[in-house]
T-cell receptor
């Protein structure tokens, strides 16, 4: 079983819609959680950290469920510029290494 | 310019040749990492370094060598390139003392081994 699993998609969503991604992780010792965004042929960039209480940044909301070991990302009022691959990322307790999911590809359709 | 830079951006090399990918960061981050990204596998860790002269293997280290004589540089060498090493290589850095912000990546090197 992969340490971090994501639905690869693709998700094709009309502009203005709400879209949600889920990600599961296998190691209960995972401590830190992130969502990264990667545009085609570019480097991954940090979108947001995910906190236990859930957190919001504009149109983006991240949730963490430790009991079920999953992380979610919700994008409201989607824009064409949201088209990208979204990577779920976890870090183990006491370890600086990050483990990346394979990513979920999102395309926003005009 | 401040940041993390990789060179070259693109490289084509022949099977069996040695090739070195460069990574330079200006933040004095203690940690540096090398990942490769392939379709279907996502990002896989090759090697990482916690500080100058401290390096350790990641998930897929075979065929690669790293060194870190200075904090700011972390070159990755393919000793004898193989076609299976055709990939996009990303260097990243992080500073654990600066908060839990994940990594910052370089813009990548696209390597083709023919």
């Amino acid at each position: 079983r992969k340490e971090v699993e994501q639905d690869p998609g693709p998700f094709n969503v009309p502009e203005g819609a709400t879209v949600a991604f889920n990600c599961t992780y296998s190691n209960s010792a995972s401590q830190s959680f992130f969502w990264y965004r990667q545009d085609c042929r570019k480097e991954p960039k940090l979108l947001m950290s995910v906190y236990s209480s859930g957190n919001e940044d504009g149109r983006f909301t991240a949730q963490l469920n430790r009991a079920s070991q999953y992380i979610s990302l919700l994008i409201r009022d989607s824009k064409l510029s949201d088209s990208a691959t979204y990577l779920c990322v976890v870090r183990m307790l006491g370890n600086e290494k990050l483990t990346f999911g394979t990513g979920t590809r999102l395309t926003i359709i005009p | 310019d401040a940041g993390i830079t990789q060179s070259p951006r693109y490289k084509i090399t022949e099977t069996g040749r040695q090739v070195t990918l460069m990574c330079h960061q200006t933040w004095s981050h203690s940690y540096m990492f090398w990942y490769r990204q392939d379709l279907g596998h996502g990002l896989r860790l090759i090697y990482y370094s916690a500080a100058a002269d401290i390096t350790d293997k990641g998930e897929v280290p075979d065929g690669y060598v790293v060194s870190r004589s200075k904090t700011e540089n972390f070159p990755l060498t393919l000793e004898s390139a193989t076609r299976s090493q055709t990939s996009v290589y990303f260097c990243a850095s992080s500073d654990p003392t600066g908060g839990d912000y994940g990594y910052t990546f370089g813009s990548g090197t696209r390597l083709t081994v023919v």
